[in-house]
């Protein structure tokens, strides 16, 4: 691994972890953070969870495993290019969806308005609640008992009333304070990775066209180019370069801007960091053109009829479960039934967030349907 920086996070210099264990012998603390969460089922269930295209759609979309992986290549490239830690990273990146429920956010918003009167539900902070909680895998502690900086990284919004009952990861909320550039890191390959593979896949299902992407600067002027050193080159190879030159452009931006940041501010050491205005960002010309491109895919393919109507069903299926499972918890697995007897209504929400999209289709037609068992 390439020498970290001052302002990199050291796995020497963890805050360490909620129950204390002995160093691990054959790699760092976030390396067995990063084995950890790939080795949980919630994990797993990431290659069944969408977000805007439901599982069985088509199998070259993408899903929440494969948005995680590419946030973590994303995220790592940038991290070697500044002196971060890439292991650190790459754990944040692979766990950061752990939270979802099935079909993204409309499955969130509906369990969201099922919990209004019971704290409500919010993917970021079930994420949180997986790595530190649902996983029980370890004989000694539930959840995966991760190291602070990684658990810090899941959480990356929170109101300040969750934030008093979170302590430790929930503290920087209270202060007003930052989380580390490795954390501020992965936020913004999350965003560079969504933007891209939607627009790809966005394309793919027919639901944009290359014409009405042409608009957006950020897209037209790569399209323009592709098309100008090769005239011939059409269909998803035109595609392909295009959204290439795309995160190629946008990962190079956010380099360049961080590093200058970063050496303007010369912080010496991760609390410096926390202290700083946030410094891993792109250029103000490049975030506008990102918003811009953002404002396009909620216009023409989150709000696309065809994804409201599967969005509407997903909402129905969510809502149906629940009012099923909290009017008669006997329905739910035994397990979930006493765990109902102890926590309430969010054990079930807990139950209905580890759903896949395609367990959930079936549980609800187990439900509903006469002539299902
Ligand atoms: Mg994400």
Do not use: W
């Amino acid at each position: 691994m390439p020498e970290l920086a001052p302002y990199a996070v050291h796995p020497g210099r963890s805050r360490g972890r909620r129950f204390p264990e002995p160093a691990p012998e054959t790699r760092n603390e976030f390396q067995r953070d990063r084995d950890r969460i790939i080795h949980s089922t919630a994990f797993r269930r990431l290659e069944y969870k969408t977000q805007v295209f439901v599982n069985h759609e088509g199998d070259h979309f993408r899903t929440r495993l494969t948005h995680s992986l590419e946030v973590a290549q994303i995220g790592r490239s940038v991290a070697r290019n500044l002196g971060l830690n890439e292991d650190l990273v790459e754990a944040i990146a692979l766990a950061h969806d752990l939270g979802h429920t099935p079909f993204g956010h409309a499955g969130q918003d509906a369990l969201n308005e099922c919990m209004r009167a019971n704290g409500g539900f919010e993917h970021n902070l079930q994420s949180l609640r997986v790595v530190d909680v649902l996983e029980q895998r370890y004989a000694a502690f539930d959840g995966l008992n991760l190291t602070f900086e990684t658990r810090e990284g899941i959480l990356k919004h929170c109101s300040a009333t969750k934030a008093r009952e979170l302590g430790d990861v929930g503290e920087r909320f209270l202060r007003g304070a930052r989380p580390s550039l490795e954390a501020q890191l992965t936020n913004l390959a999350d965003e560079i990775a969504y933007n891209n593979h939607d627009v790809d896949d966005g394309l793919r299902s027919g639901l944009l066209t290359l014409e009405a992407l042409d608009t957006v600067p950020l897209f037209g002027r790569h399209r323009t180019a592709v098309s100008a050193a090769y005239p011939a080159l059409a269909g998803r190879r035109l595609v392909h370069e295009t959204v290439r030159r795309m995160i190629n452009a946008l990962v190079s931006d956010l380099t360049a801007r961080s590093r200058q940041n970063i050496t303007a501010s010369a912080p010496a050491s991760v609390e410096a960091v926390r202290q700083a205005q946030p410094l891993v960002a792109f250029s103000p010309e490049i975030a506008e053109q990102q918003q811009a491109l953002k404002a396009f895919l909620r216009a023409h393919l989150y709000r696309h009829h065809q994804v409201n109507r599967m969005m509407s069903k997903a909402r129905r299926i969510v809502r149906e479960l629940f009012a099923a499972f909290s009017s008669d918890p006997r329905l739910l697995p035994a397990d979930f039934q006493s765990r109902v007897e102890q926590e309430g209504l969010r054990a079930v929400a807990d139950y209905i967030a580890g759903m896949t999209d395609r367990y959930a289709i079936r549980e609800h037609r187990r439900l509903f349907s006469i002539d299902e068992v």
